[in-house]
């Protein structure tokens, strides 16, 4: 993937495309952004990342000029694409710019609304529409009902007041509430986010709208006391719309996007909005409700790196890592290839300089899964006394 390096200074002047180079039969994204409240010089190349890690997009970006410039220059050509990722809140588009953008959507072309892009063009009907609902800039009862879940039931409240708040960022539990749907089936149907932005109060249209996925605005983290909507799906004419609260960036570190349950429903959702279906393999690690799972490349974790984070672990401390390479290893249980790959990153890891509470962990995994070929390791472990009882229990299980 070439890297290209914006001209900042271009940005007022005219929209600027960036082209990455990929395969031809992959999905064609665009990335639409240039204006936003939030850090869109940092979340727009996240986004692109995680489309590209999914190994089903190629992404091109289109940047508009900078908020108070002419904006007669903006003019993507989104038929060009099979999904359009909407990274934008800013000035309004011209007509010419929205008419090609509502044929786009209506036609069957796929959207993506990400994060603050519900945010946009309060008085654009077609658009608020195709969003499902969204917040501020103006919203209110005139522009559709709050949507949230009471009682395990959708509800639509036509009360009066303004569209769209959050507390504090925090982390929070995502409900599914639709998890048939090609988007999350295969996920747990309960996980934990990152620290987060927790949209609440969102309103709009929501017509034609399913509500994927929820989130309990807790009032102690200045929230609703109301399951909010976080991830939604939208049929918008022939075009399938794709909507994510999720994803916060601004100056701190982007943690909320290194979130495995951030980035597995935008690949998914992504190349639903596009398709029709996924194509996509549910990933082997996946998050839990206990602890979010963070993706520091936003891609899986390779069994190298897995193996190498667990040699830091400490008794008492997070087990991630290993917790990861456990789950893995079961899910391989019958593939005797796969097991025996495993138990030869095992035998590297206790041969090497890990903490001793990491060789005790994967000691125990091998006393179910290893084979003869553990058994030197093993007794060399047996003359320390940090690895001696873990690693002898290991031998005699083997052993049996």
């Known amino acids: 993937m070439k890297k290209y390096i914006l001209n900042i200074l271009s940005l007022s002047i005219v929209a600027t495309i960036l082209f990455s180079s990929c395969q031809d039969d992959k999905l064609k994204a665009l990335i639409v952004t240039g204006q936003n409240n939030h850090n869109w010089e940092v979340s ?23 908020q108070g410039e002419d904006m007669s220059t903006f003019e993507p050509d989104f038929e060009k694409y099979d999904v359009v990722v909407l990274d934008y809140n800013g000035d309004k588009w011209t007509d010419e710019t929205q008419n090609k953008f509502e044929q786009f959507v209506k036609n069957g072309g796929g959207l993506v609304i990400y994060h603050a892009s519900n945010n946009s063009f309060p008085q654009w009907e077609a658009f608020n529409k195709m969003a499902g609902i969204g917040g501020w800039n103006g919203r209110n009862e005139q522009s559709g009902p709050y949507v949230y879940f009471k009682d395990g039931k959708e509800v639509k409240d036509n009360s009066p007041g303004n569209g769209g708040s959050h507390g504090p960022q925090h982390e929070f539990i995502v409900e599914h509430r639709q998890p048939e749907h090609p988007i999350l089936k295969g996920m747990p149907s309960r996980w934990m986010h990152s620290r987060d932005e927790l949209y609440s109060e969102l309103r709009g249209p929501a017509e034609n709208m399913t509500v994927l996925a929820t989130a309990y605005a807790d009032p102690k983290k200045g929230g609703t006391g109301r399951h909010e909507p976080m991830l939604m799906t939208i049929k918008y004419g022939k075009g399938r719309v794709f909507h994510t609260a999720m994803g916060h960036v601004g100056e701190e570190r982007p943690i909320a996007t290194q979130s495995a349950g951030f980035i597995i429903t935008l690949q998914r959702g992504a190349e639903w909005a596009a398709t029709g279906m996924v194509s996509q393999e549910m990933p082997a690690d996946l998050p839990n409700i206990s602890m979010p799972l963070i993706l520091h490349n936003y891609k899986q974790y390779g069994l190298d790196e897995l193996f190498n984070r667990s040699k830091k672990y400490e008794f008492g401390k997070s087990q991630k890592y290993l917790n990861l390479i456990s789950n893995r290893i079961r899910l391989a249980e019958g593939d005797v290839k796969k097991l025996k790959a495993f138990e030869a990153k095992i035998i590297e890891t206790l041969k090497s300089d890990a903490n001793a509470d990491a060789k005790n962990y994967l000691c125990r995994e091998l006393s179910w899964m290893g084979s003869s070929e553990s058994l030197p390791v093993l007794e060399e472990l047996t003359k320390k006394d940090a690895t001696k009882e873990m690693a002898q229990f290991a031998i005699e299980r083997i052993s049996e």
């Not at 727009?44 to 992404?59: A, G, M, R, Y």
């Open 44 to 66: 727009h190349e996240i986004l692109s990342k995680i489309l590209v890690n999914s190994e089903v997009f190629k992404c091109d970006v289109a940047v508009s000029p900078a």
